[in-house]
C-alpha cells in the first residue's frame, strides 16, 4: 500500500503514546509452526509469518527477515543453514586485490533474493495497516562478510583500494535491490550496518557512511524510507558519521546507553532502540522483558523523537510471552 512516509515519520514524532517498532519477523515460525529453513526458502512462509506477526502485536510496521546472509550468498560467499538458527556466512570470496577486481556484481534475483523480494510482494497485501519495511544488509557489513569480518578493519588500513573496490561493487548491488524492493511495494528499508561499529570515526566515514548515504540518496523519496540500523558498541563515537548518511530514522543496538544516544539525535529525527534481543528478549522472563522496557523507556520517552524498539532483531526461538510482555510494557507505559 502506497504511503507518504514522511508523513507517517512525522506523525510518528508528534504521536503522545507511540507504537513500538521492534525488528520481529524470525519468531513468526513459532506462529506457524515451522522452522527457520522452512522460512528463509519460501516466499510464501515469509509472507505469511510476516503477517501472523502483524496480527498478534500492535507494532508500529512490518519489518521482513533482518538476515544477513542473503546478499553475501549472491555474491559466492558460503553460507550455513540450519533448521532454528539465523543463516551465517562461513567464508570470504576476496583476499586480494585481484580478487576484489575479479569480483562480479550479482544480479538482483540471485541465490535467495528473488525469494525474500516475493515475500514482501506477497505480504504488501496480506498487511495494509501498517507499512512494510524490508530488511537489507549495509554496505560495509556487506564487504566485510565477503572479505572476511575478522580481517575488514585491518583491510581498511592496510589495503583500502581493494576495500573500496568491494564497497563500490556492493553498493551498486544493493541499490538494484533495494529499488526492486521498491518496485514491489515496500515502503522502505532497514539497513543493518552493524560492522561499521567497530569502525573509530575517520575509518567509519570513509569505509561506511559515504557509502550508505549513496544507497540513500538513490532509493529514498516521499513514499519510501530508509531506516539506518547500527548495534555496534561504539555508535555513540561516530554519531557525527552515522548521521551524514541522511536516513529518515536510526535504530540502535543494546550496546550502547540509549539515553545519550539521544542527546546526539536532532530533534526532528526519530530514533529507536534497544531492549536486548538475546539477553533479554528471548532469555529473559516477562518479568524482566517489562523491567527492561520500561526502565529504558522512562530514560528515553522524555525526547519525543524516540520510539522503544528492540536493540536487534529478535531470535527465532524468543517466547512469544516474553514479546508480548515487551508490548503490554509500552501499552502500560503510556497508560500511566
Not at 521482513?64 to 542473503?70: A, E, K, N
Not at 585481484?98 to 533474493?113: F, H, I, N
Amino acid at each position: 500500500m502506497k504511503r507518504n512516509m514522511h508523513k507517517w515519520l512525522e506523525d510518528m514524532r508528534n504521536a503522545e503514546v507511540k507504537k513500538a517498532m521492534p525488528v520481529l519477523s524470525f519468531p513468526g515460525v513459532n506462529l506457524l509452526g515451522i522452522n527457520v529453513k522452512e522460512l528463509i526458502f519460501s516466499a510464501e512462509n515469509q509472507a505469511n509469518a510476516m503477517a501472523a506477526v502483524a496480527a498478534r502485536t500492535d507494532a508500529a510496521a512490518s519489518v521482513s527477515l533482518m538476515d544477513l546472509s542473503v546478499e553475501a550468498e549472491c555474491f559466492g560467499a558460503p553460507i550455513h543453514i540450519s533448521e532454528d538458527e539465523v543463516p551465517t556466512v562461513t567464508g570470504c570470496v576476496v583476499k586480494t586485490p585481484e580478487d576484489a577486481q575479479a569480483l562480479k556484481v550479482p544480479a538482483v534475483g540471485a541465490g535467495r533474493t528473488s525469494i525474500y523480494i516475493d515475500a514482501i510482494r506477497l505480504a504488501m497485501d496480506k498487511i495494509t495497516d501498517r507499512p512494510v519495511f524490508a530488511g537489507v544488509i549495509g554496505p560495509f557489513s556487506l564487504a566485510g562478510r565477503l572479505v572476511d569480518v575478522t580481517e575488514a578493519m585491518i583491510y581498511c588500513y592496510e589495503e583500502p583500494e581493494m576495500m573500496h573496490t568491494v564497497l563500490q561493487k556492493a553498493t551498486q548491488f544493493l541499490i538494484e535491490y533495494i529499488r526492486a524492493y521498491k518496485a514491489v511495494g515496500a515502503n522502505g528499508v532497514v539497513m543493518a550496518e552493524p560492522l561499521a561499529g567497530l569502525l573509530p570515526p575517520d575509518l567509519a566515514e570513509e569505509f561506511s557512511s559515504k557509502y550508505v548515504k549513496q544507497i540513500n540518496d538513490a532509493i529514498r523519496d516521499e513514499n519510501f524510507l530508509s531506516i539506518y540500523h547500527n548495534c555496534g558498541n561504539t555508535a555513540i563515537f561516530i554519531i557525527d558519521s552515522i548521521l551524514s548518511t541522511n536516513s529518515d530514522a536510526y535504530h540502535f543496538g543494546n550496546a550502547i546507553n540509549m539515553a545519550e544516544m539521544m542527546t546526539h539525535i536532532p530533534a526532528d529525527t526519530i530514533a529507536m532502540g534497544n531492549v536486548d534481543p538475546a539477553g533479554v528478549l528471548k532469555n529473559g522472563t516477562p518479568e524482566t522483558v517489562r523491567k527492561v522496557t520500561t526502565e529504558i523507556m522512562t530514560a528515553c520517552c522524555p525526547y519525543k523523537n524516540f520510539v522503544i524498539s528492540s536493540g536487534c532483531d529478535i531470535p527465532p526461538a524468543t517466547p512469544w510471552e516474553n514479546i508480548d510482555a515487551f508490548f503490554g510494557a509500552v501499552k502500560d507505559f503510556y497508560a500511566k
